[in-house]
């Protein structure tokens, strides 16, 4: 079964306190998505495996870690998960970035596909798949099987809130991939928005609407 974290950490938790506010702004609520992709990111990343590499400082030759294996990966579900890349980028600056385009019909709220473009060398690559919110799960599972019908096979998900529904879609469909959650909310209203959450993520990132 999938590993799945929900952040704990008080700056993480303050900042989703202020996006939750109705009153808040997109430039704020921008920058602020961006502060959290970027904390979560380094909560995110404390497993990744290292190396030893053999270097010269000024003084002597010494042994140092780097990370190992091709760069990280990380694939915005648009819109609302371009929010999220900025802030990725700021702790993984060499990261490959590719991006999935899906939306949620409002009816079915079931997902609809509509462009997939990945970096290369994907399938040997670490990937963050990232999106601020994790509902009914049916956007992250379907970018998930897209990227895994691409024959990438570590992938990890990253979400600002996520409802109960989505985590336990999460886990049934895709239980190797470890998700990562900034707060984990009550659960869904009639319209499959998650309560109390913080309202249409991709609406108040580029305030449309
Ligand atoms: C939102 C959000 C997720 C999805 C979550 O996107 O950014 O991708 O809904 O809902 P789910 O877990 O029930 O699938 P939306 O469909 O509103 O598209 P947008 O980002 O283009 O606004
Ligand atoms: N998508 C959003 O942007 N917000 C929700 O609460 C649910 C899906």
Same mark, same amino acid.
């Given at each position: 079964m999938s590993k799945v974290t929900v952040m704990d950490?008080?700056? *993480?938790?303050?900042?989703?306190?202020? *996006?939750?506010?109705?009153e808040v702004g997109s430039k704020d609520f921008r920058q602020m998505i961006s502060e959290i992709a970027m904390l979560m990111c380094y909560e995110? /990343?404390?497993?990744?495996?290292?190396?030893? +590499?053999?270097?010269? /400082?000024?003084?002597?030759?010494t042994t140092v870690k780097e990370l190992q294996g091709k760069?990280?990966?990380?694939?915005?579900?648009?819109?609302?998960g371009l929010g999220m890349v900025e802030g990725m980028l700021e702790m993984i600056p060499a990261a490959k970035v590719g991006h999935i385009g899906l939306y949620r019909d409002p009816e079915t709220l079931k997902p609809v596909e509509y462009?997939?473009?990945?970096?290369?060398?994907?399938?040997?690559?670490?990937?963050?798949?990232?999106?601020?919110?994790?509902? /009914?799960g049916g956007s992250a599972a379907a970018a998930i099987q897209m990227l895994k019908d691409k024959g990438v096979k570590?992938?990890?998900?990253m979400c600002i809130i996520?409802?109960?529904?989505?985590?336990?879609?999460?886990?049934?469909?895709?239980?190797? +991939?470890? +998700?990562?959650?900034?707060a984990l909310d009550d659960h869904l209203n009639d319209h499959g928005? *998650?309560?109390?959450g913080l309202g249409d993520a991709g609406d108040r990132i580029f305030g449309t609407k």
């Open positions: 950490h008080p700056l *993480i938790r303050h900042k989703i306190g202020i *996006i939750r506010r109705k995110a /990343t404390r497993d990744l495996k290292l190396q030893d +590499v053999e270097i010269e /400082t000024p003084i002597c030759p760069k990280l990966a990380v694939v915005p579900i648009l819109r609302a462009y997939c473009k990945l970096p290369a060398d994907s399938s040997e690559r670490e990937v963050f798949v990232v999106d601020p919110m994790l509902a /009914t570590r992938i990890r998900f996520a409802a109960p529904e989505g985590v336990a879609k999460m886990q049934e469909e895709h239980p190797d +991939v470890d +998700v990562y959650i900034g928005y *998650i309560v109390p």
